[in-house]
């Protein structure tokens, strides 16, 4: 009994002392490991660098519709009123009926010359060239001269674009073109001709025109009711193809140019491509935006506009691509090139055993953490070559 009590004392002795460490052999118990090598392999991917900025989908910058002159009206009649108004959304083309005034048309045409007087026969100038302009695009092979002044064939061209919009020119009545068609008969009433067209003939009110330097454009805002007065602003319209309007610091500016794609991405998910259309100068906020924020304006145009219509006013991501590589090449992460103290650009490499070599590159393109390499050495890194891009 007493010589197992020994030996069961000496082995719990033993295995006490074995657990028990000095303060060095604790130290060095908890030194950290040594430190070992992050490698990374070298890929092959084609590059492509990047511009990203937000924007937002919207019509042209808004420009007001302002009534110019008057339309014909009978003698006892009131001062003109709207009779019809303009609809909101709509897509105004050249010829189009803007509204009424006191049941008369209001035609818009192409044109950067104000509408300012009566057109009748004899009328010569800028507004009669437009005039004449439009009609030889509304009404091809009808005989209408590039220029001169207000002429029958005018004025009979005049009357058949009227009554092909359900409407009358301004003329004389019925007793009136009697008396006209005897003076023409009459070769001797020239003169009395002559004053009688004056006075009775054919004409436009200058109402009834309004020149728009561009068309189509549409219509994004009525500022008049029916029974209104027909004076001043009446709407304001925008050019009807959707743009997408953003900003990029001065750095990214000067590596993008017009023409190059884009993609949009909206919030919802939907991407759409688009291309640079004009960069720098003064972009002002189009119809369902906000002023842009400070920087460089930039604007770009959908491919589909069709698809994008539903998110005029949204905003959206846009991501310009202003290069790349074109093909796969070798590339690493930035960190894994370094400059040495002769300037050469190197990387480090690991080899199976554990081995590290320094390998000079040429750096390239940069871009999303990545940089494309081109080794002096061919062999000397490859796809799938571990290098060193820090340690832990």
Known sequence: MTAAVAVAAGATGWFAGSRVRSPADAAAAHRPPAASLITVAVRERTLTATVNAQGTVAYGAPKPLTL?????????????????????GRTLREGDVLLEVSGRPVFVLAGTVPMYRTVSRGSAGDDVRQVRAALRRLLPGRGVARSGAVDTALLNAL??????????????????????????????????????????????????????????????????????????????????????????????????????????????????????????????AGVGETEADPGVPIRLKPKDQAKIAPLVGEAVKVTITVGGTGHKVLSVPVAAVYTASDGQARVTVQDQGGRVRDVPVEAGLSTGGFVQITPADKDAVRAGSLVVVGNQ
Do not use: C
């Open 159 to 284: 009357a058949r674009w009227y009554d092909k919009r359900g409407y009358e020119i301004t003329g004389p009545t019925a007793e009136q073109r009697a008396q006209l068609r005897q003076l023409e008969a009459d070769p001797a009433a020239a003169a009395e001709l002559a004053e009688f067209r004056k006075t009775y003939g054919d004409s436009v009110p200058s109402g009834e025109i309004l020149f728009v330097p561009r068309l189509p454009v549409r219509l994004t805002e009525v500022k008049v009711r029916p029974g209104a007065p027909a004076a001043g602003e009446v709407g304001t319209v925008a050019d009807p193809n959707l743009v997408i309007n953003g900003t990029v610091s001065p750095d990214d500016a000067d590596l993008i140019k017009t023409g190059m794609s884009a993609a949009l991405e909206h919030a919802g998910g939907d991407t759409f491509a688009a291309t640079i259309s004009s960069l720098g100068g003064p972009v002002k």
């Open 68 to 88: 110019t002159g008057s339309v014909a009206t009978a003698g006892d009649a009131a001062a003109p009123i709207v009779t019809k108004a303009p609809v909101a």
